[in-house]
């Protein structure tokens, strides 16, 4: 029923421009060390693949990072995590992968191309709404209801796979209008009022400002989603790669992460 993903050469790598602020010299991860894997002159491209979750709390990681090792460019590439599992092992160039499912991170590391992962948040479903939740959903049977329009990231992304276990525990049967490739497109969905609910991740809520309203639901705890994060074995720039990855697991990087409501592991 799915389209096949598309090959990573297809997909728009996302910028994130070097701050090019001097480092002040601390004990802090994204400060303790000096940049690597320079291609010249002393400039370093450190490329981070990452679950479209992240897209908020890594961007302000990244640009941590660059404040912290001068002359180095943080460039992400956010989208579904089985998308960017499927462009690593089709030979993409990076240096980290950050996932938001263990068996995302099992398609890289099973092809020999991870370091040992860790798993570094922790994330969980909620309804997702419009700002005045027009169809009045207040639980998860609400979704069973066919007036009501619901979106669902594919079965093959994590978030995909989050709601069919949900659904599965609460014992209901969801047809969805839509189903997307990532989180953040099923989020767009209801903020734009063309479905009237969708099961996203409760930090995708909160990233959405106020567009939309979440709503808890007790099966969410059945489908909590591990992210693990793992340097690539052929990455271009491993020391700083291993560097980013220091500063997500350090607590500056928790502090970040859990203010943007993910759980602790």
Avoid at 180 to 201: C, F, N, P, R
Wanted: hydrophobic share 45%.
């Amino acid at each position: 029923m799915f389209r096949r993903l598309s090959r990573w050469a297809t997909i728009p790598i996302a910028l994130t421009l070097a701050a090019g602020l001097a480092g002040c010299g601390s004990s802090d991860p994204a400060t303790s060390a000096s940049s690597s894997g320079s291609s010249g002159g002393g400039a370093t491209t450190l490329t981070v693949f990452a679950a479209a979750s992240l897209t908020g709390t890594f961007t302000e990681l990244g640009k941590t990072f660059e404040a912290a090792h001068p002359g180095t460019t943080v460039r992400f590439n956010f989208g579904s995590s089985a998308t960017l599992a499927q462009q690593i092992v089709e030979g993409a160039p990076a240096d980290v992968f950050a996932a938001a499912s263990p068996a995302t991170m099992k398609t890289v590391t099973d092809a020999s191309l991870a370091g040992t992962p860790a798993t570094f948040v922790r994330n969980t479903l909620q309804i997702a709404v419009p700002a005045d939740n027009p169809a009045k959903v207040d639980d998860l049977s609400d979704l069973t209801d066919p007036k009501v329009k619901v979106a669902l990231c594919a079965e093959q992304v994590p978030c995909g796979a989050a709601a069919v276990k949900a659904l599965d525990a609460a014992g209901l049967k969801v047809t969805p209008v839509t189903l997307e490739q990532d989180v953040k497109a099923t989020l767009t969905k209801v903020e734009l009022g063309e479905v009237d609910a969708a099961l996203v991740y409760k930090t995708d809520v909160i990233s959405s400002g106020g567009k939309v309203q979440g709503i808890d639901f007790p099966e969410a705890e059945k489908a909590i989603n591990d992210y693990p994060i793992a340097t690539l074995s052929k990455a271009p720039a491993p020391e700083a790669a291993k560097q980013f990855v220091d500063l997500v697991l350090s607590q500056q990087g928790k502090d970040v992460l859990t203010k943007a409501g993910f759980q602790a592991p």
